[in-house]
């Protein structure tokens, strides 16, 4: 199956620095990524939609200026994570869509967990 | 706006029980619904999903879903449990629009 991954696992930085989180699609071309991030014990939200070549779309409420996205090719997306607080600490996850496949299924990365001291 | 609810917060049984999982979604249009697994440590894994057809759904590892309509329900079900069971439980719902919206999960423990 189309297997996505996530780099790093996992991070710890210090309060007002920035962090990059890759997300790349392995075995398949991903013209769409997403990005979600999941509070302890609780669901995923979505963050934005990554569309290769173009501007990231992004939910009510995540800004667009704090949390950078690039989706430069058809197998990776990164979201950078500026100026980072404390209150950004929380477990990042990506998917990816194979379009050449059809279907909607999303697959998922296995999530970047950010701390931030 | 599109919601996905999920009732059941914490479900702890014991093995060989048999398991009904509830979610219901909010959305009048076309849904593709899923259910995704979460073992601790891991990754989302997709146990099954519904686009059209057949309402009753078989994924692996001996789940299935049943989508009704009416009740804009689909409800997970295992008939025997086993230890390696335990996981968060996701239920999902794709709109026209293609955004994934989860729900808030359900957390089960299965004891030996």
């Known amino acids: 199956g189309a297997v996505v991954s996530q780099h790093p696992s996992r991070v710890i930085c210090k309060s007002g620095t920035s962090v990059k989180i890759e997300c790349r699609s392995l075995d398949f071309q991903a013209t769409t990524m997403f990005w979600y991030r999941q509070f302890p014990k609780q669901s995923l939200m979505l963050m934005a939609t990554s569309n290769e070549g173009s501007k990231a779309t992004y939910e009510q409420g995540v800004e667009k200026d704090k949390f950078l996205i690039n989706h430069a090719s058809l197998t990776l997306s990164t979201l950078t994570v500026t100026s980072a607080h404390p209150e950004d600490s929380s477990f990042y996850i990506c998917s990816a869509r194979d379009y050449l496949a059809g279907g909607n299924e999303q697959f998922f990365g296995p999530g970047t967990r950010l701390t931030v001291l | 706006a599109q919601s996905v609810s999920q009732h059941n917060h914490h479900v702890i049984l014991s093995e060989a029980a048999s398991l009904e999982l509830g979610c219901n979604y909010s959305y009048g249009g076309t849904v593709n619904l899923f259910w995704y697994v979460q073992y601790p440590g891991q990754h989302l894994q997709l146990l099954l999903k519904?686009?059209?057809?057949?309402?009753l759904v078989k994924g692996i590892k001996g789940f299935e879903a049943e989508f009704i309509k009416s009740k804009f329900s689909f409800n997970l079900r295992k008939p025997s449990v086993q230890w390696s069971d335990t996981a968060e439980y996701f239920c999902a719902a794709l709109s026209g629009n293609e955004k994934l919206t989860f729900g808030t999960g359900t957390r089960l423990t299965i004891i030996p």
């Open positions: 519904y686009f059209s057809g057949d309402p």
